[in-house]
């Protein structure tokens, strides 16, 4: 294809994308128009890609970090073959595809859904970090993002990752038109300050005086292509809503379609219809390793005293060993979370993401995208720092596996700035999610194996400190099971707990049937899905239910339970015990203790629940 053709294709992208957003009365055409010239040329001459087979493992990767300009996009589809001006004509309306920002549940060409600004960098180098490290099929990663979202911290934990990694088979491309939303960006249109930034990053660094000029923008693609040892990204100063007088680098019209769309049309040489032919990726095959052999988890003898930490890191290890498609990743406490277990038996399929936590699962966004199936693990108070990117992964579809440990009081003497307190509300909030809360060894064991082959988000809490293992490795721990671990026909109270606090409760139990009260004793280790069945056979049986937890009482174990009884039925008498104060440092016990969640405030409470259930 020629400039000038070049040229016209980008005026074409501009037309579309102006009639997609009229046609839906919203969208973004501005923020589509600006970046028309870098799309043109880089589908048109650059990109390899087979719209038909878009699982070839050698296709290069497109991105779209500033997901509001899907008009663009679309309307390269359309260029491309991919889907008709009958569907452009569909964007953002009810069952339509094209959603005002992308997302690969309803498209299969896109990676990664985008619009919460600052995340398509990030998975972009989760991407290359695969097609380097473990795909090897020479594919690219080319991520084009605006200027406002370089102001997102998360962009530049993405930049010092790619430039430490080295990875030279991603490209950014950023669209400096210099407004943002409500007016001008940081930086406005001043190359040079991002220029600086990218190259203390270690970045190539290829600065595009006019993005609208074809043939300058072919060369910075060029030299992208050429460039070893680095990643580059091509800084590029454009004009929002450029080629229609009206629009053109003015403030106020972010988000909104053109006044006059036919007049800008025309403006803008009216409709075309050139097609182009993406250049085909080479012949390349999926790269996955066999698995190694049957899985041999570790197993525990029951009355030892274990972490759960200890054996999730035992068991992902043995996982790695059986099944060559898990990866790992850990936020720089790989020693702490027992992620390092992997990494010394596997550290080809290991990541360290160091203190970068929405990098961390943007990277296991990125594997997971390639068909890995990650493992992501850190404290799980930081993955609160991450919550945003948890979101999107599951706006996405994607299948993630995440870890935290050293969750709730139980820590002890590290203080609140180091306790999980919000884990469990944070993960049971997102869309499609599954939170388990082993309290044994055995258990950890058993699911960690079970989540590698879940949907969708999957979140497992474990703790710093030793438990008895209470089950034998031969259990089995079905997602959305309980495990009733005390009960009899007399029993006049259910205690529900998980983790730390299961062995409070069982404790607990002891203490009242020594004084004559009966207490049924419920594992909640599925916390969502959550076992409804057995909760409400104990409500109906016992009367009573007593929820105990190491965690806020928002969002928790406790409102876990109380689903169980959203269908209308009478709900039972009902105490939720919860960390209510803001701890400080103590001894494990001090810290269950002070916070009422120990097995004396857990069977002071029982007494009185049952005392008031009994009374006249």
């Not at 070839?56 to 589809?77: E, I, T």
């Not at 999107?392 to 009081?409: I, R, T």
């Not at 438990?467 to 009733?484: C, L, M, R, S, T």
């Amino acid at each position: 294809m020629s400039d000038h053709q070049l040229s016209e294709l980008a005026q074409q992208l501009r037309v579309d994308s102006v009639r997609a957003a009229a046609a839906a009365g919203s969208g973004h055409p501005t923020s589509s128009m600006s970046a028309a010239e870098l799309a043109a040329v880089l589908f048109a001459r650059h990109f390899r890609y087979d719209f038909e087979r878009p699982d070839h493992p050698g296709n290069d990767r497109f991105v779209l970090s500033k997901g509001h300009a899907s008009p663009l996009m679309y309307s390269v589809y359309k260029a491309a073959g991919a889907i008709t001006d009958e569907e452009l004509l569909t964007f953002r309306e009810l069952g339509s595809r094209l959603e005002g920002h992308p997302t690969p549940q309803r498209l299969p060409w896109v990676e990664t859904a985008t619009g919460s600004l600052g995340q398509g960098l990030p998975v972009g180098v989760g991407i290359a970090l695969s097609g380097k490290r473990l795909d090897r099929t020479g594919y690219r990663v080319w991520v084009l993002c605006g200027d406002s979202e370089l102001a997102e911290g998360s962009i530049w934990e993405a930049a010092e990752q790619a430039g430490f990694e080295d990875l030279d088979n991603l490209t950014a491309i950023v669209d400096v038109n210099r407004l943002g939303q409500r007016g001008e960006t940081r930086h406005g249109h001043d190359l040079d300050a991002y220029a600086r930034r990218f190259r203390a990053f270690g970045w190539h660094v290829v600065e595009v005086g006019d993005g609208h000029d074809v043939d300058a923008v072919d060369r910075a693609y060029g030299e992208a292509l050429s460039t070893a040892g680095q990643p580059t990204v091509i800084l590029a100063r454009t004009l929002k809503g450029k080629g229609v007088a009206a629009t053109e680098d003015k403030e106020g019209l972010h988000g909104k379609p053109l006044k006059d769309a036919d007049e800008a049309i025309e403006e803008l040489g009216g409709i075309r219809d050139l097609r182009i032919e993406v250049h085909r990726p080479d012949e390349a095959q999926e790269p996955r390793p066999a698995s190694a052999g049957h899985l041999q988890l570790p197993r525990f003898e029951l009355g030892e005293e274990a972490a759960t930490r200890d054996a999730f890191g035992q068991a992902l290890a043995a996982l790695g060993s059986a099944r060559g498609d898990v990866v790992a990743l850990d936020g720089e406490v790989g020693d702490s979370t027992r992620a390092e277990y992997f990494a010394k038996e596997h550290p080809e399929r290991f990541f360290e993401a160091y203190i970068a936590e929405q990098q961390m699962v943007a990277n296991a966004v990125g594997l997971a995208s390639r068909g890995w199936v990650p493992y992501a693990s850190t404290f799980a108070a930081f993955l609160t720092r991450a919550h945003d990117f948890v979101r999107m992964a599951a706006v996405s579809g994607a299948g993630l596996n995440l870890v935290g440990s050293h969750a709730g009081v139980a820590i002890g003497q590290d203080g609140p700035s180091q306790m999980g307190l919000e884990d469990l509300a944070m993960l049971r909030s997102v869309h499609g999610s599954t939170v388990l809360y082993p309290c044994d060894a055995n258990q950890t064991a058993k699911l960690v194996a079970t989540m590698a082959d879940l949907d969708g988000i999957r979140y497992l809490r474990t703790s710093r400190g030793k438990n008895k293992v209470i089950y034998g490795p031969d259990e089995e721990f079905p997602v959305g099971g309980a495990k009733v671990l005390r009960s009899s026909d007399s029993d006049r109270i259910t205690l529900v707990a998980a983790g730390v606090t299961l062995h409070e409760a069982l404790a607990a139990a002891d203490a009242l049937e020594g004084e004559g009260i009966r207490a049924r004793v419920i594992d909640l280790y599925s916390v969502k899905p959550v076992d409804r069945d057995t909760l409400r056979e104990a409500a109906e049986q016992t009367g009573c239910l007593l929820t105990v937890e190491d965690h806020h009482e928002e969002g928790g174990l406790g409102d876990a339970v109380l689903d169980a009884f959203t269908d209308g039925r009478p709900v039972p008498r009902l105490v939720r015990l919860a960390v209510r104060t803001m701890p400080g440092s103590a001894s494990p016990e001090e810290q269950l203790h002070a916070a009422g969640i120990d097995a004396g405030s857990i069977a002071a409470a029982a007494r009185l629940l049952v005392e008031h259930a009994v009374a006249p």
